[in-house]
């Protein structure tokens, strides 16, 4: 074909097709997992349970550090603490109670709900930012915790963990958590969540082999593991709204309009937000498109936070879908920025602040009122009365046929012809799309008149527009009687918000030495926010708890020496293997490792070997496609690399030298479960 035709073909099926999208770029990717500790900031376990001399005091046994989380948090009549029993997992440490599995059963907790806060604390934001998981055989606990200040999930390790002594608490080796975690955040199994406690067959085990602990199935079945479900990927979210914030705006008056509409969305009751607004059409959705198709014209990939569900129980291997290091496809893939996408990152950002946070700065601004000339503004409309029964009625007021004008319906108890309780079920009010269903605080009845406190008691806060201004009150007006008269309604709004833009544009004008608001081009950090928001609004600083300790750093291991071939094990597969531990298998660690090599070599040849066709296994090859990118080669191209090849060739030549070639025949036709064990008799 020539290459004329080729280029006619071309254009044809752009023209048919569209352009080929070539890949996306990731939000988050294995092979870019960053330092084992960041450069700056505090993850949530520290700020919780790190001392100023440097050491940690952690609740124990695991089930005070449950009570003492807890006790921390008000999630109303939910549970702020969900857990559920993973016997029979996937992580590290899923052979650490073997061959006592349901004795010791690994729990994983997540947390929901509102710090609880007294006076001016400014409290913790723990809802999905932070998880535990323990594993009591060997008292452990592995940590995801979320850290501000770096914009990114921490990984830790607790070892040592028990009454007796003082835990060792150390950064996780992160290039290994990400080669599961590839989403640089808390990963969890997909519905129906087999593996944990909700499933009845594993939770019949665990009431069978400890009676004492679970005396119920109903107590041990709970819905917590979709509640954990929901708040993994609420979790998995947080990088995208990072990303967009830091590089998806790159001024800050982009970065003031995010906050802008953050701010009324979350005083609305989360109802509502001015999306038509010039700022945030021009300064955040206009400047992040441009930005849009300047840093990611092919899209940005959303890594996903859930794993292919198990069967614990299952007689079949694993499929290779269900290993965590299987290279998962994206939770979603975003081409072009739209107004759901926007909404989107106000939305997730918007959950970087407490709800105390925004009751606070909802009194502050009915303290200081409207001002100006534009201190208020009022909406009228008639009302029409139908009966419910003898003591009822419901009002309709305004035109509902039209878009336009003041529309409200309320429902009146009476006695004697008298209002005895009063009901809004819904306000729509010009120029807000929102419809509205207020709680009324209180109502007074006067002759001829009925005036009505909204608000939203179920937040907490005063009933506010998607502008940012309050309904300050609600009068019901008639002439006669109220039952069979003409009546009338009017809301009177105070224009509070000014007082909100008006700080935002000092912010905006400070100098560079006094900045610290938290606009730069940093991550979405709540205190430095907070910080330069409040001080603007002539509002008390918050009290944060928290300790300025260095956090633990862990202590690289040096790797072993090899020669000849197997040397190139070094470069692809220390980033996993130099830790002297089962899982995975610290075949690298030591001074000599070439006979830990040796003892693994079966199961390293068949992982190897799963990078040709005709060698497929239930198990992801190895190295990882994420662990390969990280030293520098791609997935496609590694199975032709010169290295590949090396690397087989020396474990084939160590094989046949020590054991011959029968054994050498056998390693790659048994079923792979059946292979020698990889270290310390346990199967890797």
């Keep these: ?45 520290d700020q919780l349970f790190l001392q100023a001399d ?5 609740p124990y046994p695991f089930g005070r550090l449950i009570e003492a989380l807890d006790a921390r948090i008000d999630n109303g009549d939910e549970p702020a603490v969900l857990q559920v029993f993973v016997p029979l997992g996937r992580s590290l440490q899923r052979e650490a109670p073997a061959p006592d599995y349901f004795h010791f059963p690994r729990r994983v907790i997540a947390l929901d709900g509102e710090p609880v806060t007294r006076d001016n604390e400014a409290g913790l934001a723990l809802r999905y930012r932070l ?11 592995e940590v995801i915790s979320y850290n501000d200040g770096a914009g990114r999930f921490e990984f830790q390790l607790v070892e040592n963990y028990t009454a007796a002594a003082e835990p060792r608490v150390a950064p996780a080796n992160r290039v290994m958590c990400m080669s599961c975690h590839q989403n640089a955040a808390p990963i969890f199994a997909a519905i129906p969540w087999s593996e944990t406690s909700f499933n009845v067959a594993v939770a019949s085990r665990l009431v069978a082999t400890l009676p004492n602990r679970f005396n119920s199935l109903i107590g041990t079945v709970t819905a917590d593991a979709g509640v954990i479900d929901v708040l993994v990927e609420r979790a998995n979210y947080l990088s995208a709204a990072q990303l967009i914030w830091r590089r998806g705006c790159t001024t800050r008056r982009c970065r003031a309009a995010i906050l802008r509409a953050i701010l009324q969305y979350r005083l609305s009751g989360e109802s509502n937000f001015a999306e038509a607004a010039t700022g945030y ?19 940005l990939a959303l890594p ?7 069967d614990p129980f299952a007689t079949e291997a694993m499929t290779i879908e269900q290993d965590p290091l299987f290279a998962r496809p994206p939770h979603a893939t975003w081409y072009r920025v739209d107004a759901t996408l926007a909404r989107g990152i106000v939305y997730r950002l918007a959950g970087f602040f407490t709800l105390a946070d925004i009751r606070r700065i909802d009194r502050q601004l009915a303290r200081l009122g409207g001002g100006g000339p534009s201190a208020g503004y009022r909406y009228r409309a008639s009302c029409r009365a139908t009966p419910a029964d003898a003591e009822s009625m419901i009002l309709s007021c305004g035109d509902h046929s039209r878009a336009q004008g003041l529309q409200a319906t309320l429902e009146l108890e009476l006695r004697r012809d008298q209002v005895d309780s009063i009901r809004i079920t819904s306000l729509r009010v010009p120029q807000d799309t929102n419809l509205l269903q207020p709680d009324v605080a209180s109502f007074t009845l006067h002759p001829g008149r009925l005036e009505l406190l909204p608000a939203d008691s179920t937040a907490g806060l005063s009933l506010r527009l998607a502008n940012g201004d309050r309904i300050s009150s609600m009068v019901l007006s008639w002439n006669d009687r109220l039952r069979d008269g003409e009546s009338s309604l009017e809301i009177e709004v105070v224009a509070e918000f000014e007082h909100v833009d008006q700080a935002l544009q000092r912010l905006l004008d400070e100098d560079v030495q006094r900045r610290g608001d938290g606009l730069a081009a940093n991550p979405f950090e709540r205190k430095k926010i907070l910080h330069g928001l409040m001080r603007e609004l002539n509002m008390k600083p918050l009290a944060w708890a928290e300790t300025t300790a260095p956090a633990s750093a862990a202590t690289a291991r040096p790797v072993g020496k090899l020669d000849g071939k197997l040397a190139l094990l070094v470069p692809y597969c220390a980033h996993c293997h130099r830790d002297d531990r089962v899982n995975p298998p610290g075949f690298l660690a030591g001074d000599d490792p070439r006979a830990a090599v040796l003892q693994c070599a079966p199961r390293i040849l068949r992982r190897l070997k799963a990078w040709q066709t005709g060698f497929a296994i239930a198990k992801s090859p190895m190295p990882p496609a994420a662990s390969l990118e990280f030293s520098g080669i791609t997935a496609d191209d590694w199975p032709a690399s010169d290295q590949y090849r090396a690397m087989v060739a020396s474990i084939e030549e160590l094989a046949l030298e020590r054991h011959g070639e029968q054994a050498l025949k056998n390693w790659l036709e048994a079923d792979y479960r059946l292979l020698p064990p990889c270290l310390a008799a346990l199967s890797e």
């Excluded at 023209?15 to 330092?35: D, M, Q, T, Y």
């Design 1 to 45: 074909m020539s290459d004329r035709l080729k280029t006619l073909l071309l254009i044809i099926c752009s023209l048919a097709f569209g352009p080929v999208k070539s890949a996306p770029n990731w939000i988050e990717h294995a092979s870019r997992p960053g330092p084992d500790i960041a450069p700056g900031g505090q993850s949530r376990f």
């Design 54 to 58: 440097g050491g940690y005091r952690i």
């Design 131 to 141: 998880f535990i998981a323990h594993q009591p055989k060997t008292e452990t606990l």
């Design 281 to 299: 059409q021009r300064d955040y959705l206009g400047e992040l498109t441009r930005n849009w198709r300047r840093l990611w014209p092919r899209g």
């Design 304 to 310: 996903g936070s859930r794993l292919a569900d198990r």
